[in-house]
């Protein structure tokens, strides 16, 4: 019996120890959320709880006409952020290594006739048309522009051979390798490819003539600085030049950098990866050039040899048609080559680019002489370029510094005093669950 009843008092104790462990517990939580509530740092807050009926009904309505206030101002301010606006920012910057562009010089008509050629033949004018293109034979035919240079003098190619080429800074010739190399079968070439060359007064001498030029036409030559990592390069900006005449061309140079989604929309590359088939950076005019040809690649069978080389193994294999003869290809061709271009979506501006502004000028010299090209590259200013940024007019950090700054004047609210009520509001319903 006395030992029925020890047990009993035992079990009476254990519970009377858990209940006033339970009732400390509470009374440590009931202080704890006291404490939040008489230290609220939103103004009002506490006088919501702490005052009678009346009062805390008017600093209630206070509260909310300040909650719906901000939040008609914090609307308006992220849609002003979600326009996502831009305004462009133009420095000067100063360098001491303002390198030259690259120089494409090309005979027109023979850059023309290596561009759109097929199958090793003119556009216009081929042989053996019920034939059907053999590339395999082609692959085994010497590249004009990989011959051996054969004087180690001067620099030639096919067509040209540069007699004169210097800056003012050096008296090292600029025609070394790999400063100048052969484009387009030779019916071009490019100085500075590499785009590497610099010169202290930014200034280029460059005179070069025809070989065998032994036609009395007059020949369509074309200059065309450019930015060097531009492979496929624009040659609607093209300067046209003539013998026997000095032309002095003064370059400006303008970085542009815009600003990737959900701005301005620039991209790295093309939106398709069948539209950034060329080497070096990407830009809108060789995607919308590369769009058109892949169309006329998908619809004919077969595309011009000069965008053919730069083609991936996997799209030659997949929309080259073997059974076609060069004429059903030519007619097919010259239906689609007037195609519309590509959706803006497709080939979006580039984030990088390199703007020139070319201003050429001529005279005739009395050291000009016949069948002899002399051209001067000159920039505008030697040790600086502009540079022309795009920025938020209205960025995150602006958005949410006049968010806290507004919240602060109407509230009296921070960032802090949302993780209060945030800690109180996970006190009070610990205490609900386990009360």
Not at 39 to 52: A, D, E, I, P
Not at 125 to 130: A, C, K, L, V
Request: aromatic residues 10%.
């Amino acid at each position: 019996m006395a030992s029925h009843e020890n047990g009993k008092l035992m079990m009476e104790d254990g519970v009377q120890y858990s209940d006033s462990k339970k009732k400390r517990k509470q009374e440590n939580l009931d202080q704890r959320i006291n404490d939040y509530v008489d230290g609220f740092t939103v103004h009002g807050l506490t006088k919501v709880f702490r005052s009678n009926k009346r009062e805390s009904c008017v600093w209630i309505i206070f509260i909310l006409t300040g909650v719906l206030f901000a939040s008609v101002v914090i609307g308006r301010l992220l849609s002003k952020y979600y326009k996502f606006a831009t305004y462009t920012d133009v420095q000067r910057i100063i360098t001491d290594h303002n390198t030259l562009p690259s120089l494409t010089v090309c005979d027109f008509k023979a850059m023309q006739i290596e561009y759109f050629s097929y199958c090793g033949q003119q556009f216009t004018n081929w042989n053996n048309g019920d034939t059907i293109c053999d590339y395999t034979k082609m692959m085994n035919l010497p590249n004009p522009d990989d011959l051996p240079y054969q004087n180690t003098s001067v620099w030639r190619n096919a067509l040209f051979e540069v007699i004169h080429c210097k800056t003012w800074s050096t008296e090292t010739p600029c025609t070394k390798t790999p400063n100048i190399t052969s484009r387009m079968n030779g019916a071009c070439f490019t100085w500075n490819y590499n785009g590497d060359f610099h010169d202290d007064y930014g200034h280029l001498e460059l005179k070069f003539k025809l070989r065998n030029n032994d036609s009395i036409e007059q020949r369509d030559i074309v200059v065309l600085p450019h930015d060097s990592d531009n492979v496929e390069i624009d040659l609607m900006k093209r300067i046209a030049i003539e013998s026997a005449v000095k032309y002095q061309i003064t370059i400006g140079k303008t970085l542009l950098l815009r600003k990737p989604e959900p701005y301005s929309g620039c991209q790295d590359r093309a939106g398709s990866d069948d539209l950034d088939i060329f080497p070096g950076a990407y830009s809108r005019h060789t995607c919308i050039e590369t769009y058109k040809q892949m169309n006329i690649f998908k619809k004919c069978g077969g595309v011009f040899d000069h965008i053919r080389k730069y083609l991936p193994e996997s799209s030659i294999s997949r929309y080259e048609d073997k059974n076609k003869t060069l004429n059903e290809i030519k007619s097919c061709i010259g239906k689609e080559i007037e195609a519309k271009g590509p959706p803006k979506e497709l080939c979006p501006f580039p984030c990088k680019e390199l703007e020139l502004r070319l201003s050429p000028h001529s005279y005739k010299s009395s050291e000009s002489k016949k069948n002899v090209y002399d051209v001067e590259l000159q920039l505008e200013s030697v040790d600086s370029y502009t540079l022309m940024e795009e920025q938020p007019i209205y960025s995150l950090e602006q958005m949410s510094a006049e968010i806290g700054g507004f919240l602060g004047l109407v509230m009296g609210a921070s960032l802090l005093s949302f993780i209060e009520l945030f800690v109180c509001g996970m006190l009070f319903t610990f205490r609900k669950v386990h009360g």
